[in-house]
């Protein structure tokens, strides 16, 4: 499966931006998909996942109550929905998928999209 994030861009703080990873080659719903981010001069971290099954979600305590993970079937996509974003929301932010489990470990999916830039200014 090939993946594509979109939807990055420039808000202030307090603002929403929606990403979206559409994917091609396969079904999407049929793997565990998930959100990672890097900051500058910082690791990629877990941003938030989703399950394959029952879609259970699972998210970072430092995103936790702002942003939603959810599924698009009819246009083959996980969606991730960043409400009052702060800036050190500031990063990249990857979608990933993976067939193992719906992990907050990088290293448990297999496919990965290529990033989108999401800027929070003060």
């Known amino acids: 499966v090939q993946l594509q994030a979109s939807g990055g861009g420039l808000v202030q703080a307090g603002g929403s931006l929606r990403l979206s990873c559409t994917a091609s080659g396969r079904t999407l719903s049929t793997y565990h998909s998930a959100w990672f981010r890097q900051g500058p001069g910082k690791e990629r971290e877990f941003v938030a996942s989703?399950?394959?099954?029952?879609?259970?979600?699972s998210y970072a305590d430092s995103v936790k109550g702002r942003f939603t993970i959810s599924r698009d079937n009819a246009n083959n996509a996980v969606v991730l929905q960043m409400n009052d974003l702060k800036p050190e929301d500031t990063a990249v932010y990857y979608c990933?998928?993976?067939?193992?489990?719906?992990?907050?470990?990088?290293?448990?999916?297999?496919?990965w999209g290529q990033g989108t830039q999401v800027t929070v200014s003060s």
């Open positions: 990933a998928a993976g067939a193992r489990t719906a992990s907050s470990y990088a290293d448990q999916y297999d496919h």
């Open positions: 989703i399950s394959r099954s029952f879609a259970a979600t």
